[in-house]
């Protein structure tokens, strides 16, 4: 056999080191441990500070604004939660509530700057929760909630925040009442140095005691250096130092920059309704227009693809869940998602609008609606009956598997 190498350089090379090698491996082999030893990577370390699937806080101080309150809530450490996960600015979390016999989840924006959350001693989120009528997990917050008390929420959620790859360096912000809470987190950071671009935030509320945080957002205009702009809009009074009306293209256009910007919009979904025909009007790129979640579909009758006789219908639904099946009943205007939770099902949901897939069911038998502008699903997915029961309402008696096992 010929070699293809220089045998030469071997000569003087001692074999002696080697001769034991069997040996000694076979010694170390059998001083070992039975159990094999467990090894944690840093990136998967890191993944999950960043991504934890509950993190264990605790109310520790409580703003009450009459129409909103605001919540502090710290990491409690004595439940396992050292450190908040750090979050980028616009992101919202999920909190975990049992209201009487219903277990859910619902979603809210973390409304202040990421920095808090880095903060060693006190690790923090806050989230702001205003009054409304239709969100009976609202109420249930601002009934119930008082410091001291333990929260489970997720980490931190969602794709509502800058990046420069995507968006422009100006974004023109549009919030409606509460929706100013992830705008507000983005002004903070903004200043706070975390984030750099800049934000014009057009604030629309019907009059001027209705406007959140007003103090703390003309602080943080003034220590933004010009990044900042707060606009502020009331619909339903006049005053000096106020725009008057709704957030129309023209409003936009007089406070947008000249050239490229985005458009970013956060508040109820009558809001997103009007400006969809306003922002179409300012003709921009698509990649340009982001909204935020637009939250449980409750109105189902403003659909008109919605079949109107179908109104007071009551359907049996049955729930293949965790390996054990339930009939449940669920109203036409109702989601899957609701009727599990009203039943005493703990099903799995986070954004509750359609986009985060975390609900993701198969559906087995059975007719059902969903509204096109919150159906978040891929092509695949509604070609082989997977559905999000946040935003499904049934048309039919239906059965579903919330963990379906291949
Ligand atoms: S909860 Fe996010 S898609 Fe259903």
Known sequence: MKYNYDKSVLKGLSVKPF?????????????????????VFNANRLAASLHPLVQHTKITEVTDFGFAKRFVLTADPEKGTSKMAFFRAGQYVSVSLQIGNATLNKPYSICSSPSDALNRENSSYTLTVKHSDS???????????????????????????????????????????????????MASAIADGIEDFNITILYGSRKEEDILFKNELDEMVSRSDGKVRVIYV?????????????????????????????????????????????VAN?????????????????????????????ADKEFNVTVDIR????????????????????????????????????????????????????????????????????CTFPLSDMEICVYPVD
């Not at 034991?20 to 039975?34: D, F, G, H, T, Y």
């Not at 800058?162 to 705008?183: C, N």
């Not at 699903?377 to 559905?387: E, P």
């Open 282 to 310: 300012l003709e921009l790129p698509r990649r340009r227009v982001r909204q935020e979640l637009s939250g449980d579909v409750t109105d189902i009758e403003k659909y008109g693809d919605h079949p109107e006789d179908f």
């Open 323 to 390: 390996g054990k099946k339930q009939m449940i009943s669920c109203a036409a205007g109702t989601t899957l998602l609701v009727a599990m939770e009203r039943a005493g099902i703990n099903a799995p949901s986070h954004c509750r609008s359609g986009k985060c897939g975390w609900c993701r069911s198969k559906l087995i038998s059975g007719e059902y609606y969903c509204p096109k502008d919150v159906d978040g699903r891929r092509a695949a997915d509604v070609k082989f009956n997977w559905i999000h029961p946040c």
């Open 19 to 39: 001769l034991n090698q069997v040996k000694l491996r076979n010694q170390k082999i059998s001083e070992a441990p039975e159990d094999m030893p467990v090894s």
């Open 234 to 278: 009331l619909s339903d009074e006049e005053k000096p130092g106020f725009e008057h009306g709704l957030l129309t293209a023209a409003l936009i256009r007089k406070y947008a920059p000249e050239g490229d910007y985005s458009i970013f919009e956060c508040g109820p979904k009558a809001m997103y309704r009007y400006e969809n025909d306003e």
């Open 135 to 185: 969100g009976y997990a609202s109420s249930y917050i601002l009934d119930n909630w008082k410091e001291g008390d333990r929260v489970d929420i997720s980490g931190p959620l969602g794709e509502f925040y800058y990046q420069d790859l995507r968006d422009a360096p100006t974004v023109v912000a549009l919030a409606g009442g509460s929706g100013i809470t992830p705008f507000f987190s």
